[in-house]
């Protein structure tokens, strides 16, 4: 199939690996499919820490079961990349570890307090979620597929980053306050998750014109401006005063753009990010702890034999 | 030789089991699925599968999830406050349906 051919046919789910598609599309497909997939794992070990953390019993259950999710979901999306037949799982995952494989900007960023946890899993998530249904009408039929299953879960992951955002905010003053201070340190960075405005996207006229995109980034921001904003204020978070955000006469939202780093982004997005090489390199590390286990499963028993098992943390 | 036989009913919907046929060889399967599956019932792509390549495992092997309770794990176990997202609403929904229908066995 040529490329113009792809450009008409290209509707909701409508190609499989059954298509002979142009090399440009199964090349972009599978930039945002990796990119999609390595976040899910990078968002996992950023939580991950936080099963320990947890408060509760029933909060260390559910961090546990988010995160298992998301490590899943990773999983499911390499297998919808890789059967664009342009790079194996392998590839992805070492690319992944020697820092030259792509990831959302929110998971760049270290967290260390407990008050963090519903940035990601209240605001983060619901972002990823706006965008990922969007996304069960993507035009590669693996991808779409995944999207269902992803879209089953994450309604939980949402609802319990919520419930500890209501905790929290319903605590202490003590409490409030540091809530408030980790939602003003996290905010820009959350409207940021959707990416340059559209004048600025690099990749989205061609994602949008094969079908692989269904929205702009602008319009997934604005959508999801329009239903955490209230949400936010509810619980008793103050929106910062920038980056500013304008309502417009329909009760809709629009951002003041240039008041956000930019320069941070795009630093972030080539992986040159000081802080959040870390992330990078504890996902690494951990991928190297338990070679072992998958030279013993791949049945290379001989690789492992010289070395004492250890456990990924 | 027995195939199994997964039909499609639409594009990018997904292919589901609907029956086996009898055949010597790949070819044959797939003639032989189109006749007797591919029919009567809108079909856009089958699939056929020698039986011996699938693996099996089912509740006598295995004790499948939904046994024990993870409510925990559900979007329902949550009372949050103000109107969700749509598609906060949609997966919510889902699994209310996903956990009716684990009820009723
Ligand atoms: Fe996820
Ligand atoms: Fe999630």
Known sequence: ?313 | MIWEVFRQEKTGQYHTHCGNVHASDREMAKQFAAIQHGRRKPTNSLWVVPREEIGEIDSEDVAFGGTTDKSYRWATAYNTTGRDASEVVESEDEQATAERQRGDD
């Open chain 1, 1 to 313: 199939m040529d490329l113009e051919t792809a450009k008409e046919r290209a509707g909701p789910r409508e190609f499989s690996p059954a298509d002979d598609l142009p090399e440009e599309y199964r090349k972009a497909a599978t930039r945002m499919i990796e990119f999609h997939a390595n976040s899910e794992i990078m968002g996992a070990y950023l939580e991950r820490p936080f099963i320990r953390q947890a408060p509760s019993i029933d909060r260390k259950l559910a961090f546990s079961a988010k995160v298992q999710d998301e490590i899943g979901h990773g999983q499911l999306l390499y297998r919808a990349a890789e059967s664009l037949g342009v790079k194996t799982r392998e590839e992805m995952l070492d690319d992944l570890a020697n820092g030259d494989g792509k990831f959302l900007n929110c998971f760049h960023y270290p967290m260390e307090s407990w008050v963090e946890t519903p940035m990601i899993a209240f605001f983060v998530d619901g972002a990823a979620m706006r965008r990922q249904a969007t996304l069960r009408r993507t035009s590669w039929e693996p991808y779409a597929h995944a999207m269902d299953k992803v879209c089953f879960e994450e309604g939980f992951h949402v609802k319990h980053g919520e419930d500890i955002l209501a905790e929290l905010m319903s605590g202490s003053k003590k409490e409030q306050q540091l809530t408030q201070e980790a939602f003003e340190e996290w905010w820009p960075r959350i409207i940021q998750f959707f990416g340059p405005t559209d004048d600025k996207s690099t990749h989205h006229d061609f994602a949008a014109s094969v079908g692989l995109k269904q929205q702009s980034n602008d319009q997934l921001r604005n959508a999801f401006l329009d239903q955490y904003i209230p949400k936010a204020r509810k619980y008793g978070l103050e929106i910062p005063d920038e980056p500013r955000i304008r309502e417009r006469d329909d009760g809709t939202y629009e951002v003041e753009e240039d008041d956000l780093d930019w320069d941070e982004f795009f630093t972030i997005a080539k992986n040159d990010y000081e802080p959040g090489l870390d992330q990078i390199n504890g996902r690494k590390a951990a991928q190297e702890a338990v070679q072992w286990v998958r030279d013993t499963i791949e049945g290379d028993a001989s690789a492992a034999g010289g070395h004492a098992p250890q456990a990924a943390d």
